[in-house]
Each structure stands twice: as structure tokens, then as C-alpha cells.
């Protein structure tokens, strides 16, 4: 099999508040990858810069978003674009990603992530349930946390015991803080690495 030149692909993120999932500035988190070899990559650069004609040496969303470079933007994300076909995008729910976190911190399995996000969300109240995704984020955060903040399990528990409903998804995750002291207490003997 002969062999193959390497492929270089270009990835960014967005929404990315570090460990704080709830409470930054989108409900998504995206990540984005194009594959382009380095002169298509640049020729698809240099047709931007000549149709947005701004000096800018690099380019963000906020350039193409301008509506005024609407057609770049259709341009190079379309059919005819540079991208077409050599991109993907992944987004994700950040409340759906706290709560699969948490119910996989918890040892529980990906359907029982999906039954207590349906279950929670569908049956809290919209205060309740941020309040719920706080503290569910507070348990699993490994690192900048504030020291005079109450100690994570008992406040994710006793937000937990707080809220009204009571369904069966609910009712296990009330049952699980000997799982959760566990979790952070290997957090606490091993603490993560550095970024």
C-alpha cells in the first residue's frame, strides 16, 4: 500500500468557557474542522480578504457575519465555496453535555443520561433547572474553585433535595452521593493536569 502524504486539518471552538458550562455567554458549545492542502487554504484566504477588503491579517466570524458580507459568507460556506464538503461541525447542548458528565461521573450509563436530561428538564421549572445545572457543573468542576464555596457534593445534593419533582430518573440521581463523594474524592488525590 503506497503511502499517503499527511493530512493537516484546521480546528477551532467557540463557546468554550473553560469549566464554567451554565453560566458563559452561549447554550452551545461548536467545534469545527476544515480540511484544506495549504494552497487552497490560502487562495481561499486571499478571495476572501479581496471580497471583504479589510486590512485584517486574520479573520473571524464577525468579519463574514456583517451584513454587508453576507454573499462572502454564502460564498464560501456554499456549494461553490472553498469549504464545501470539506468541513464538519459539531455542536453541543451545554446542558445536555453537564448532565451526561454527570450522570457518567456518577457511573450511570448514556441512556440513563438521556432519561434524567429528559425527565429533568421536561419536569423543573426554568429556575430550578438552571439552579440544578449549576450545581451539577459546581460537583464536577476539577479546578478554579472558589474556596469559600460550600463544599460541592453536599450543595449538589442539597440543591438535589430542593426541587419538587420526583421521577424515577430524579429518584436515582437522589440515591447516587456515595458515588459522587467518591468522585471527588479521587479528584481531590488526583488532581487533573494542567492545562
Given amino acids: 500500500m503506497p503511502e499517503l502524504p499527511p493530512i493537516e486539518i484546521a ?41 471583504v477588503r479589510s486590512p485584517a491579517t486574520q479573520y473571524k466570524a464577525n468579519h463574514l457575519l456583517r451584513e454587508k458580507h453576507r454573499a462572502v459568507l454564502v460564498w464560501v460556506l456554499g456549494p461553490e465555496g472553498p469549504l464545501s464538503g470539506r468541513g464538519r461541525v459539531h455542536l453541543m447542548e ?12 456518577l457511573g450511570e450509563s448514556d441512556e440513563d443520561a438521556r432519561a434524567l436530561y429528559a ?20 460537583l ?15 450543595a449538589f445534593y442539597g440543591t438535589l433535595d430542593a426541587l419538587a419533582p420526583d421521577g424515577p430518573a430524579l429518584r436515582r440521581l437522589r440515591g447516587s452521593r456515595p458515588r459522587a463523594e467518591a468522585y471527588r474524592e479521587r479528584l481531590r488525590i488526583r488532581p487533573p493536569d494542567p492545562p
Fill in 11 to 51: 480546528c477551532d471552538e467557540s463557546g468554550s468557557d473553560g469549566e464554567n458550562l451554565v453560566a458563559g455567554n452561549t447554550d452551545v458549545f461548536t467545534h469545527a474542522g476544515v480540511r484544506l492542502v495549504e494552497p487552497e487554504a490560502a487562495a481561499a484566504l486571499a478571495e476572501v480578504r479581496a471580497r
Fill in 94 to 105: 451545554k446542558a445536555y453535555f453537564v448532565v451526561v458528565r454527570l450522570a457518567g461521573a
Fill in 119 to 138: 425527565e429533568a428538564r421536561a419536569a423543573l421549572a426554568p429556575g430550578e433547572w438552571a439552579r440544578f445545572l449549576h450545581a451539577a457543573n459546581d
Fill in 140 to 154: 464536577l468542576r476539577t479546578r478554579n474553585r472558589d474556596e469559600a464555596a460550600p463544599e460541592p457534593v453536599a
